[in-house]
């Protein structure tokens, strides 16, 4: 598990956060008194639960000490857990349990995303939302890069750090146990400043593993750089000069 920048993650914080605000949206929960907010970073998901919930009592887990560091440091009363979600169970159900771009980290949505739903109470519901870009050129060139002979024996495990299946994986697993199931995908597209910015974007997330990997600063910055120039490649500018990244992302709201 590659360690967290919690600044790093901020730099791209609106368009970060838009997913929660469209999953939490979609919630048809009038009335839940215990949320849990699996994986939440420096607190802007759990900020906006409290927020659409606030007579909830809503709780913040993440593995990373740094992300826990910053959420507290923003909001010091509320709770936090430093936690495992790969081995996680909660003392008690809950009414919600909800997760914005972090189960993608966690290995074996097989057993993991039945073992979430066992968590959520009677009438209660698992919420999730994770990037499901894997066909994109931005992935497509990290994995191809990855392969590339001068580092293809260090990035074994990086190559299969993130993992999301398809709708129809998670309709076989929870559909059997579940009242109602809510499925969407949406593509955003974001406008950056340049394919640069969308290797900033990267650093903050999905390239963690692949750099963490390299222990040589020159290596790293190579690797860096061959990224960088077949993202130049693929994602062409706009009249204005600004660069189209459109992101996919998947959505579902597991009801019990
Ligand atoms: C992309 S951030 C999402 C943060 C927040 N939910 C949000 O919407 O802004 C992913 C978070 O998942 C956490 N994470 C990844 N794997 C985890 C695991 N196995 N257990 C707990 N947290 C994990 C990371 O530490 C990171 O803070």
Same mark, same amino acid.
């Given at each position: 598990?590659?360690?967290?920048?919690?600044?790093?993650?901020?730099?791209?914080?609106?368009?970060?956060?838009?997913?929660?605000?469209?999953?939490?949206?979609?919630? #048809?929960?009038?009335?839940?008194?215990?949320?849990?907010?699996?994986?939440?970073?420096?607190?802007?998901?759990?900020?906006?639960?409290?927020?659409?919930?606030?007579?909830?009592?809503?709780?913040?887990?993440?593995?990373?000490?740094?992300?826990?560091?910053?959420? #507290? +440091?923003?909001?010091?009363?509320?709770?936090?857990?430093?936690?495992?979600?790969?081995?996680?169970?909660?003392?008690?159900?809950?009414?919600?349990?909800?997760?914005?771009?972090?189960?993608?980290?966690?290995?074996?949505?097989?057993?993991?995303?039945?073992?979430?739903?066992?968590?959520?109470?009677?009438?209660?519901?698992?919420?999730? +939302?994770?990037?499901?870009?894997?066909?994109?050129?931005?992935?497509?060139?990290?994995?191809?890069?990855?392969?590339?002979?001068?580092?293809?024996?260090?990035?074994?495990?990086?190559?299969?750090?993130?993992?999301?299946?398809?709708?129809?994986?998670?309709?076989?697993?929870?559909?059997?146990?579940?009242?109602?199931?809510?499925?969407?995908?949406?593509?955003?597209?974001? +406008?950056?400043?340049?394919?640069?910015?969308?290797?900033?974007?990267?650093?903050?997330?999905?390239?963690?593993?692949?750099?963490?990997?390299?222990?040589?600063?020159?290596?790293?910055r190579r690797f860096e750089r061959l990224f960088l120039s077949r993202l130049e490649t693929a994602y062409a500018p706009q009249k204005d000069g600004r660069v189209l990244f459109p992101f996919r992302r998947l959505f579902l709201i597991a009801y019990r």
């Open positions: 598990m590659p360690s967290w920048d919690a600044n790093l993650y901020l730099r791209f914080a609106g368009e970060r956060i838009q997913p929660a605000i469209d999953l939490i949206s979609r919630i #048809a929960l009038s009335d839940p008194k215990r949320i849990v907010d699996l994986g939440c970073g420096p607190g802007n998901s759990t900020a906006m639960l409290r927020e659409r919930w606030p007579a909830a009592e809503v709780a913040g887990l993440d593995n990373s000490r740094e992300m826990i560091v910053a959420a #507290a +440091q923003a909001h010091p009363d509320w709770t936090w857990i430093v936690h495992d979600i790969t081995t996680w169970k909660a003392a008690a159900p809950f009414d919600l349990i909800f997760s914005n771009a972090a189960l993608q980290w966690v290995p074996n949505h097989a057993e993991l995303m039945p073992r979430l739903l066992m968590q959520v109470g009677s009438r209660g519901a698992l919420a999730v +939302q994770m990037p499901a870009h894997f066909q994109s050129p931005v992935h497509e060139l990290l994995l191809e890069v990855a392969h590339n002979d001068a580092w293809r024996y260090e990035m074994r495990s990086a190559v299969q750090a993130i993992k999301v299946e398809r709708p129809a994986f998670y309709y076989d697993l929870l559909r059997p146990h579940v009242s109602k199931l809510d499925f969407w995908e949406t593509e955003y597209i974001h +406008q950056m400043n340049s394919p640069a910015a969308i290797l900033e974007w990267m650093r903050g997330t999905a390239l963690r593993p692949f750099l963490e990997a390299l222990s040589a600063a020159d290596q790293k």
